[in-house]
């Protein structure tokens, strides 16, 4: 680079994203549970209308997502006027900090929140300002205590990642009520599907002048290699981000697939339940060999181990066995392995894999 051009603040300071490991040199079987995707594969009703979608990849996509739009608000049974699309949720996410917070502003996000947030507040020139949780549970104090002028946006993981815990309702409520009104809270809620009796924060979305709620057809839905989410807020707000919004950022294949996968509520009720009966086996199997969990509202459970030199064993005798787990040593868990929940044989595959670990070691 000559001395002439610079990247704009911030940009350098941007790590580069590590997602979730894919393959093992030398096997076919592998079994991924690094990275929260459903176990069944995508819904197939979004199959069958991608494909269709594809005779007509000669057009332009739709620029306002309509048909979308109604669609989730349909089946939400929230107003299509106040929902934006994007490029997953990832890009909703970029919509706020981007529309909302620059050089100069800060915006607060929690020690263990999505790996993400950083970055995307890099990328808007802003400040990260990381509180610590408590007992690997978001901490609303914390939160509170680091508000200042400059905070634009506060940034919530919930349920948190790679904690897989949740804000009680009346935690989540202080939250809500102690955000002063020219900062945005964010309600991430990516994995909302597999909590239960829990909205994802659209009340609060619905009803407040300052929160937003994302949520994202990449997690129950199957849908992460198609890249689609939504945000769900304020209509001024959803106004101020479909300005900075591509016009056609979400393809007709996209746009197909979500709308078919949105009204498969069925799909979506099966998947919740098969996770939360493999996720209590899994826990429970854990449990047994001395090895720590919380309760989780995801698809996900961390497995915390002794210590590094335990997770690193373990994380070496499951990728013998030929299954991928998250290490999350720098999420500040490098005790940790995040362990996507499978289906049955899945997940028993990972019980006998650590099993027989513990017999070895
Ligand atoms: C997986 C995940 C998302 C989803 O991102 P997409 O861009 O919609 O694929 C968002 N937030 C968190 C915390 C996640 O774990």
Redesign the pocket.
Known sequence: MTQQIKPQPGIMDIELYQGGKSAIAGRTDVLKLSS?ENPLGPVPAAITAAASAAADMHRYPSTDHAALRTAIGEIWNVDPDRIICGV????VLQFVTQAFAGPGDEIIHTAHG?SLYPVLIHMAGATSVCVPERERVVDVDAILGALSDKTRIVLL?NPG?PTGTRLSDSELARLVDGIPPHVILVI?G??TEYAERYDGGLSYAATRPNVLM?R????IYGL?GL?I?WGYGPREMIDVMTRIRQPFNLSVIQLAAAEAAVRDTDWVADCAALNAEQRARLIGALGQLGIATDPSDTNFVLARFADKQEARSAEDALTAAGILVRSVAGYGFPEGLRITVGDTDQTGRVIDALNQWRTVA
Do not use: C, L, Q, V
């Open positions: 929260n997953g949720s990832d890009e999505f993981t990642n991430d990516a994995y994302t994202t057809f990449s997690k992460g890249r989410g």
